[in-house]
């Protein structure tokens, strides 16, 4: 037994043959009438062959038992129905068939061999039927019956000679566009009904009825061309139509608002992914889904709503989307529902980085924050050293001069490890912690810290320059503590590889400015640029400690620079931005 799918690719490829057929036999049941066994019978034989042919159904698929039984009823009502009126309905929608799928056929061969097809049907009509329901037979006029029946069989034969279309040979018999067929449907039966409407109202002859129908259709026609795109300068019927038809809900502006809105209510990915399938479900087409990570890809799986018969698989995503529709989508919709799923997949890997780069924040502010005090402890064990040293001088320092600095400097160390502490217990950036400026343990009096700087560093050989400070001159400790350790570290450590290095230490009347200065080399070029914004590779400091330096003067108000980088006066300076001093 020959398998279905056999049968049915072997009618599919043969289009045209079955094209003719169907024209052949309604030919005779036209030739047989409406009132006779033998007009019906071959009008069912019709309906077969125009179930081979038609566009919408694969022929090789097998029929379900309801809807073999809904065919079994609209041929039975059509039996029951068989009239003129109904031979008139059947070769409207034929030829509405015909002429939509002519006007998307570009191969010569193929839009003749269908528009003989279309001729042939509109010839059939106003020749032959439209005549037979006139009711007065006087406004007829000559009858073209015998020529008709005689000269209409010509044209299968034009169709059979005629070179073989491209076309017709495609999957599920071809193709079918609505609007036009629905467009050229009502433009023939205006025509019919027109006519019909002149004949009765104004006792007009069959034919000029019909022509004054077509000189009718033809002005209106003329008129919408024109209102469609009109030359003056203004937008026509057109833009109109366009803004309604971008407007009546399709799946891609109705969920992509779905879509925003999640995106801004949910940060979760996964739950995102979540509601934004669940909004899917208020869209008529869809009836359920499911979606599963791609290989590599760091997602969950999931579902929502129900399996259906009807499964449209997305794939080449990071994540595999699979829909269930309530019938079947047509080529258009699945476009839309592939953008949904593309869009999807964006946002739900936009939110995945977002979360990344919030961790990768946490990670970098705790990052920042250990490298930073890395190197506060690093100045804090120098003070130490320094007055360990100082403690174990013999007899070089008078012990009531050691008492009082170790009593004025224990203190402040002590508060400063404290303040580590703290800021190892919350990692924040160091504009976070300026925001926290303004306690009394912050600011200082510039003569007090200046004086404190100078007994920890008063065995290294460093020049101290300052002026009569301002009564009114305060700084923030903990900033100018870090970049004067930072800047001093870094030219000691210099020192021991230039011998003879002088540094100067210059803090202004008003502490706005504090200015580290060395008589060695010059900072290398290609430091330059990345020096203070950015970690840079370094093996005796001017790197990451420079670095978290710079950052947070920017919180505190001030700016961290090189301000001179010749042989012999390497400056940086730490200056206060004009109007961000801090409060007191």
């Not at 193929?110 to 049907?121: K, Q, S, V």
């Not at 037979?137 to 073989?164: H, K, T």
């Not at 970098?364 to 490298?371: L, S």
Request: glycine residues 6%; charged residues 15%; aromatic residues 10%.
């Amino acid at each position: 037994m020959t398998p279905l799918w056999r049968i049915g690719s072997f009618v599919r490829v043969r289009q045209r043959w079955v094209l003719v057929a169907l024209l052949a036999v309604l030919h005779l049941t036209l030739l047989a009438g409406a009132n006779t066994a033998v007009g019906l019978m071959c009008w069912l034989v019709d309906v077969g062959l125009f179930m081979l042919w038609q566009p919408f159904i694969q022929t090789e698929r097998k029929l379900d038992p309801s809807t073999l039984f809904s065919i079994a009823l609209v041929l039975a009502g059509g039996v029951w129905l068989f009239s003129w009126w109904l031979l008139i309905l059947w070769v409207v929608v034929l030829a509405a068939m015909l002429g939509g799928r002519v006007l998307l056929l570009g191969h010569r061969s193929t839009r003749i061999f269908y528009l003989l097809a279309f001729a042939y049907l509109l010839t059939a009509l106003l020749v032959w039927l439209v005549p037979k329901v006139v009711p007065d037979a006087a406004l007829i006029g000559p009858s073209l019956d015998n020529q008709f029946a005689w000269a209409a069989p010509l044209i299968f034969v034009a169709m059979l000679l005629m070179q073989r279309p491209r076309e017709i040979r495609l999957p599920k018999g071809g193709m079918v566009d609505f609007f036009y067929s629905l467009f050229i449907f009502l433009l023939i039966s205006v025509l019919v009904l027109g006519s019909l409407a002149f004949m009765l109202l104004r006792q007009s002859l069959y034919i000029d009825a019909v022509f004054k129908t077509l000189v009718s259709i033809a002005a209106i026609l003329l008129l919408i061309a024109w209102a469609w795109n009109p030359r003056p300068g203004f937008s026509g019927i057109g833009v109109f139509l366009s803004r309604y038809l971008l407007t009546i809900g399709l799946p891609f502006e109705t969920w992509l608002q779905r879509l925003m809105e999640c995106a801004e209510a949910e940060t979760d990915p996964d739950k995102f992914l979540f509601k934004a399938f669940e909004r899917m479900l208020e869209l008529p087409w869809v009836a359920g889904g499911a979606w599963v990570p791609a290989s590599g890809a760091e997602a969950g799986s999931g579902s929502f709503g129900q399996v259906s018969n009807f499964r449209h698989d997305f794939p080449n995503q990071p994540l595999l989307l699979t829909l269930y529709t309530r019938h079947k989508l047509s080529p258009s919709l699945l476009w839309h529902f592939h953008l949904l799923a593309q869009l999807t997949n964006e946002y739900y890997i936009a939110k995945q980085r977002a979360r990344e780069l919030q961790q990768m924040s946490y990670l970098r502010a705790v990052h920042e924050t250990g490298a930073r005090l890395t190197h506060e402890v690093k100045n804090l064990l120098q003070s130490l050293n320094n007055l360990c040293f100082m403690a174990q001088a013999p007899g070089d320092t008078d012990g009531e001069l050691l008492n009082q600095m170790i009593k004025r400097q224990l203190p402040r160390i002590t508060q400063r490890l404290h303040q580590t502490l703290e800021k190892l217990q919350s990692p924040q950036t160091p504009q976070g912690e300026a925001a926290g400026v303004g306690g009394l343990d912050e600011l200082v009096d510039a003569d007090v810290w200046c004086a404190a700087l100078q007994q920890r560093y008063a065995h290294d050989d460093i020049v101290f320059t300052a002026d009569v400070f301002n009564h009114a001159a305060r700084l923030p400790s903990a900033l100018f503590d870090s970049v004067a350790d930072n800047l001093l570290q870094n030219a000691l450590f210099k020192r021991q590889a230039e011998s003879r290095l002088v540094v100067c230490v210059t803090l202004a009347a008003d502490a706005g400015l504090l200015r580290v200065c060395d008589s060695g080399s010059v900072v290398r070029e290609e430091l330059i640029n990345q020096l203070l914004r950015a970690p840079v590779p370094s093996e005796n400091g001017l790197g990451i400690g420079l670095y978290h330096a710079a950052r947070q003067a920017e919180g505190y108000g001030y700016e961290l620079r090189l301000a001179s980088n010749v042989a012999g006066q390497v400056c940086f300076e730490l200056r206060q931005l004009g109007g961000a001093a801090v409060d007191s």
